[in-house]
């Protein structure tokens, strides 16, 4: 059962309550891959089920617009003298709402309507708000679109500098959400000097890497770090600006009052509380193993023919082709998530097929290692994901419900933060 109470959720609102537990024991029952998610701690959980929420703090510690803020600003403060000291920053906004207002804030700062924005285009694993064309920072920006090579399916730096040259982008975005590589923040940054734009670093999948020290940090190479604190990270849903002390103030400003009213207490709360627990000693074993598993997951995978994009992964997260197996991208989910394995259909490079039905799968160990999975596991769920891919493909149900069980079995020995197995 869910471990912080829903006593009073029970009592006011028992459809709520009962789809609160439901999605509880949903989380505990399935091996979770999607790559942007993971099991926040229960300390997490009470920080942004707080109290906070009732509060309003439009402005910054000692500078707000509302009274009231004995408590507020000590925690915003809190927050980002954590985030300083984590990352090694010297300015850090906490207020921003998610990733694609940390990301807007970014160019509000930074750009005027209709400038260039330089970014790794969607398909190849960037994200939409560095400048895809349905995103507003796609039509209100003039958006060049970097790829990655079709032969390795790695970003190629020299020919990110060419178009860098040719395009003249005042704003280079490097980072995405379907990397398996890792980032070359300091060939990104001499490409950004050397045409006069600022480099924004989009850490939002790798900031847990990088804060337990298992990905190279963009400090000192980028002007502006963007993250969310949900993913690799294991914080609430959120959002953190980082950057040096120049671009303080603009950062600042494009936060609020440009793009956002007050901040909401309770995830900076929350964020503030993730930030610590990164900083214990713990977490950097925490993110190497996410690593480690992410590699054994992917040799296990190989091993049983799968075509991972770039060949394997530096860090969390693993993307399949699956056109070597006769299915689709969609129709496997669906099929994984009935058997009790949760990820997410994804585009590969060079997709042939449409976005809303691609081509690949997109995994990531953040979650699994949380539940406490080693190394030692992977061939384990690798075995599931082929049974059931290759059932999907048949047309074959019967399996589903049988590897469901053999998860839900398997999965009990390793306890979810957040649940209680005793009422
Ligand atoms: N939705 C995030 C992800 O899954 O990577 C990106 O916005």
């Known amino acids: 059962m869910h471990e912080t109470s829903i006593s009073h959720l029970q009592g006011r609102d028992p459809e709520v309550a ?16 999607i790559a942007s998610e993971n099991y926040v701690s229960p300390a997490v959980l009470e920080a942004t089920g707080s109290v906070l929420t009732n509060k309003y703090s439009e402005g910054y510690a000692g500078k707000r617009y509302y009274e009231g803020q004995q ?19 010297e300015h850090a906004n ?33 994200h939409l708000t560095h400048g895809w064309s349905v995103s507003a920072t796609g039509k209100w920006f003039d958006p060049v679109r970097y790829d990655v090579r079709a032969d390795t399916g790695r970003v190629d730096m020299d020919k990110v500098r060419d178009l860098a040259l040719k395009e003249r982008p005042k704003l280079i975005w490097c980072g995405g959400t379907a ?10 940054a001499e490409i950004a000097r050397e045409v006069g734009a600022v480099l924004a670093a989009d850490i939002a999948h790798i900031a847990g890497l990088i804060a337990g020290g298992a990905h190279p940090s963009p ?35 494009a936060v609020f009052p440009g793009l ?26 925490y993110a190497r193993q996410i690593v480690a598993n992410a590699g054994a997951l992917a040799a296990a995978l190989l091993e049983r023919g799968y075509d991972l994009i770039s060949g394997g992964t530096d860090n969390h997260l693993i993307l399949i082709d699956l056109t070597n197996k006769g299915i689709a991208g969609k129709p496997a989910a669906q099929a994984l998530d009935r058997a009790g394995i949760e990820l997410n259909y994804n585009a590969v490079p060079f997709d042939p097929r449409k976005p809303f039905d691609p081509s690949g799968l997109r995994l990531g160990t953040a979650a699994i290692t949380t539940r406490g999975l080693g190394e030692a596991q992977m061939p384990r769920v690798a075995a599931w994901i082929d049974e059931v891919v290759q059932a999907a493909a048949k047309g074959d149900e019967t399996v589903v419900d049988r590897v469901a069980a053999q998860i839900r079995e398997f999965l009990a020995s390793y306890p979810m933060p957040g649940w209680t197995s005793t009422p």
């Open 94 to 126: 906490v207020q921003p709402y998610s990733g694609s207002p940390a990301n807007l804030a970014v160019y509000m700062a930074f750009l005027e309507p209709g400038d260039p924005v330089m970014g790794l285009s969607l398909p190849m694993g960037g």
């Open 179 to 188: 990397i398996p590589r890792t980032i070359d923040f300091p060939a990104f």
């Open 219 to 253: 400090v000192g190479h980028a002007d502006v770090i963007t993250t969310t604190t949900h993913k690799t990270l294991r914080g609430p849903r959120g959002a953190m600006i980082m950057s040096t002390a120049e671009h303080a103030k603009a950062i600042d400003k």
């Open 18 to 33: 009962g789809l609160v537990e439901a999605e509880a024991r949903r989380q505990y029952e399935k091996i979770r891959l």
């Open 71 to 89: 408590n507020v600003d000590p925690i915003e403060l809190l927050a980002i003298g954590r985030a300083k000291e984590l990352f090694g920053v």
């Open 260 to 285: 956002q009213g007050g901040p909401h207490n309770h995830t900076t709360a929350a964020i503030a509380v993730a930030l610590r627990e990164a900083a214990q000693r713990d977490f950097s074993g």
